[in-house]
C-alpha cells in the first residue's frame, strides 16, 4: 500500500510570491491534516479536512489556505509568502474516525528569499 | 487546552542499551490517544507506537515499548537493545477530540537520541 506523498519536495520562493503545496493520502484515508515545523516554533497544526470539508484550523493567518478533493487529495496555498514562512510542510493522513493514527508524509521544504 | 512537554532535549544511550524517553501531558478529554514518532534527518515523520487512554496495558511494537502511567499523565517511549539507526529526533504527540469531532495532533518539542557505537 502506497504511503503518503507530497509533492514537491523542496521549494525556493521569494517574498510575496505564493505557492501550492500538494499531499495525496494512502488509499481509504478521507482526513488530511497539514503542520508547519520550524526551528523555533516546532510542529504547529495549520488545518485538517474530511470529506473536503475544513474540520479544525490552527492559529494561522489567512494567508494559509487549503482545500481537499473528492478523491481525499489535498492542497495547501500560502499567499504573499514572507520570511518566516520557511518551514518544512507535513501532511498526514488517517482514515478519520476517533483517535486515530495519522501516518506522515515525507514533507515539502520551503524556503523563501 | 492540550500540552504535550518533553523534557529532554537531547539524550546518549550506547548501541545495544535501552533507553526511556520522558513525555508527560496534560488534557481535560476523557478520550484521547498518545502518539510517539521518529524523524530522522530527512524530515519524515514515521509512526512507532500509540498508546489509548483506555487501553490498560502498555503498547508494544517490536522494540519500541510505551510506558503509560495515567495518573501521573506519563507517556514515556522505551526502546530496547538500541541501534545506530535509532538515532533521530523523537516527538511525543497527543491527539484528542476537539470540537465539532475534529482531531489534532499536538506535538511535544522533541528529543534528540544519538546512539553511539
Known amino acids: 500500500k502506497a504511503g503518503v506523498t507530497q509533492t514537491p519536495r523542496y521549494l525556493i520562493k521569494t517574498r510575496g510570491q505564493q505557492v501550492t503545496l500538494s499531499c495525496s493520502p494512502i488509499?481509504?484515508?478521507?482526513?488530511v491534516s497539514w503542520y508547519q515545523q520550524t526551528p523555533g516554533q516546532g510542529l504547529q497544526f495549520l488545518f485538517e479536512?474530511?470529506?473536503?470539508?475544513?474540520?479544525n484550523k490552527g492559529n494561522f493567518p489567512g494567508r494559509f489556505s487549503g482545500r481537499q478533493f473528492s478523491n481525499s487529495r489535498s492542497e495547501m496555498n500560502v499567499s504573499t509568502l514572507e520570511l518566516g514562512d520557511s518551514a518544512l510542510y507535513l501532511c498526514a493522513s488517517s482514515f478519520g474516525g476517533q483517535v486515530e493514527t495519522q501516518y506522515f508524509g515525507p514533507g515539502t521544504r520551503l524556503l523563501v528569499l | 487546552a492540550q500540552k504535550i512537554t518533553q523534557t529532554q532535549p537531547g539524550m546518549f544511550v550506547q548501541e545495544k542499551e535501552a533507553v526511556t524517553l520522558d513525555c508527560t501531558y496534560d488534557?481535560?478529554?476523557?478520550?484521547?490517544?498518545l502518539f510517539w514518532y521518529k524523524q530522522p534527518s530527512s524530515g519524515e515523520m514515521i509512526f512507532l507506537i500509540y498508546?489509548?487512554?483506555?487501553?490498560?496495558q502498555n503498547a508494544t511494537e517490536g522494540r519500541y515499548s510505551l510506558n503509560f502511567q495515567k495518573a501521573r499523565k506519563s507517556a514515556n517511549l522505551v526502546i530496547s537493545a538500541s541501534q545506530l539507526g535509532d538515532s533521530a529526533m523523537y516527538f511525543c504527540?497527543?491527539?484528542?477530540?476537539?470540537?465539532?469531532?475534529?482531531?489534532?495532533?499536538?506535538f511535544g518539542k522533541g528529543t534528540k537520541l544519538t546512539v553511539n557505537p
Open positions: 504527540a497527543m491527539r484528542g477530540l476537539t470540537q465539532g469531532g475534529s482531531e489534532k495532533l499536538v
Open positions: 498508546q489509548g487512554s483506555y487501553d490498560e
Open positions: 488509499s481509504g484515508h478521507r482526513s
Open positions: 488534557t481535560s478529554d476523557q478520550s484521547y490517544g
Open positions: 479536512y474530511f470529506s473536503e470539508t475544513q474540520r
